[in-house]
């Protein structure tokens, strides 16, 4: 497994992202999905950086690659899935879904409000 951070890479790239949130093993917070920056060499395995810190418990701001579609049609960007995120409470994810927004960029859609 590879640790991917984008100021290590020379040649960057835009990936849309996608993963979910959990407040529990099997409670689901919602669904996070954008674009981030990431190395244009990532493969499924790696470890990309999508928050630099965190004050979500059980969050380290990095998470591993489950899938790459390479760019088509001559778009920019690829599609990566990441690894979904279990946190201890509900509180840890309204916690983190606040900082991916404000943070980030990425768009949090809580399947329950």
Not at 7 to 29: C, G, K, L, R, V
Request: glycine share 8%.
């Amino acid at each position: 497994m590879t640790l991917l951070t984008p100021e290590h890479q020379s040649n960057n790239m835009i990936a849309t992202i996608d993963f979910s949130i959990f407040y529990s093993p099997t409670e689901a917070y919602g669904s996070v999905t954008g674009k981030i920056d990431v190395p244009d060499s990532v493969s499924v395995g790696d470890e990309v950086l999508v928050l630099e810190e965190s004050s979500a418990k059980g969050f380290c701001g990095r998470l591993r690659v489950t899938s790459v579609s390479p760019n088509q049609n001559g778009f920019q960007s690829i599609l990566i899935g990441l690894d979904d995120v279990v946190l201890e409470s509900i509180e840890d994810a309204i916690v983190l879904a606040r900082e991916l927004e404000s943070q980030v960029g990425l768009f949090v859609d809580p399947y329950h409000t």
